[in-house]
């Protein structure tokens, strides 16, 4: 099993910078990709950005040069720079644990929600 925590979020001004971090804990050596989701109001959820256990990194177009993701051993974190009013959302945090060849779920965070003034 593994659990996820997130923590930070809040409300900043246009411009400004939140960081979100996401602690695993249970069999984490399992994960193999973590990323940021993120659902807006009356909007299906997206990914923001991906980072696998090769380092490989995957962003969505609106976040390229604005975001990057990290991670350090157990802790994944977002660094959001230039924030924009569309970047208003709630944000989650997923870990993709594999059993086995055939056999990987996903494991979601509790959601933290961002928000940016204008």
């Known amino acids: 099993q593994v659990q996820l925590v997130e923590s930070g979020g809040g409300l900043v001004q246009a411009g400004g910078s939140l960081r979100l971090s996401c602690a695993a804990s249970?069999?984490?050596?399992?994960?193999?990709?973590m990323g940021w989701y993120r659902q807006a109001p009356e909007k299906q959820r997206e990914l923001v950005a991906t980072l696998t256990n090769t380092r490989n990194t995957n962003y969505a177009n609106s976040v390229k040069g604005r975001f990057t993701i990290s991670r350090d051993n157990a802790k994944v974190s977002l660094q959001m720079n230039s924030l924009k009013p569309e970047d208003t959302a709630v944000y989650f945090c997923?870990?993709?644990?594999?059993?086995?060849?055939?056999?990987?779920?996903?494991?979601w965070g509790q959601g933290n929600q961002v928000t940016v003034s204008p």
């Open positions: 249970g069999s984490i050596s399992r994960v193999n990709i």
């Open positions: 997923k870990a993709r644990v594999t059993v086995s060849l055939d056999f990987a779920y996903d494991v």
